[in-house]
């Protein structure tokens, strides 16, 4: 069995990312591991021709994405949260503080796109995938609860 004794949580503060967030929760409380939960802001950038430059983080982004890595809810209360905000690429950053930690697994939420959005949108699920100095465990949400069981349209009355 793989010790895991250090969790890295990636998150963009999405459905898929609070999934994910609660599974990290689970399994650091189930292996006692510490958790560190992080955000990753991207810098405003400017176009100037066709080169893109990079400008000053003003505005308070940081302090903001800390508000709100600050105002998650662990589920299990054992479990002690560190808290980091970044800023820059959030694959490179995310790699890097994999290997700086040095974590023993990362839990991401990703969208799951495919095809034409993966190509235009990019993944930071992917790159991490590629690059991590570690396991990856990678967790979409599950189907809405609306939706209806197999098999149940079945024994719903057909309206002629």
Same mark, same amino acid.
């Given at each position: 069995?793989?010790?895991?004794? +250090? ?9 898929? +990312? ?48 800390? +508000? ?10 054992? =479990? ?16 890097? =503080? ?40 990678? =967790? ?6 609306? +939706? ?11 309206? =002629?």
């Amino acid at each position: 069995m793989l010790p895991i004794r +250090a969790i890295l949580h990636p998150t963009d503060f999405s459905p898929p +990312a609070e999934y994910a967030f609660r599974l990290a929760c689970s399994l650091a409380r189930d292996y006692g591991a510490r958790l560190l939960v992080m955000h990753v802001v991207q810098p405003p950038a400017a176009a100037y021709g066709e080169m893109f430059i990079n400008l000053p983080s003003e505005g308070g982004f940081k302090e903001r994405a800390q +508000a709100s890595l600050r105002q998650l809810l662990t589920p299990a209360p054992q =479990v002690a949260v560190e808290t980091r905000v970044e800023e820059g690429d959030a694959a490179t950053h995310i790699v890097r =503080v994999a290997q700086e930690m040095p974590c023993d697994l990362i839990v991401m939420g990703t969208y799951g796109r495919t095809g034409l959005g993966r190509l235009l949108m990019g993944s930071v699920a992917e790159q991490v995938l590629r690059k991590a100095p570690c396991p990856v465990l990678t =967790v979409k949400t599950p189907l809405p609860e609306t +939706a209806s069981a197999p098999g149940a349209a079945a024994q719903e009355p057909v309206k =002629v």
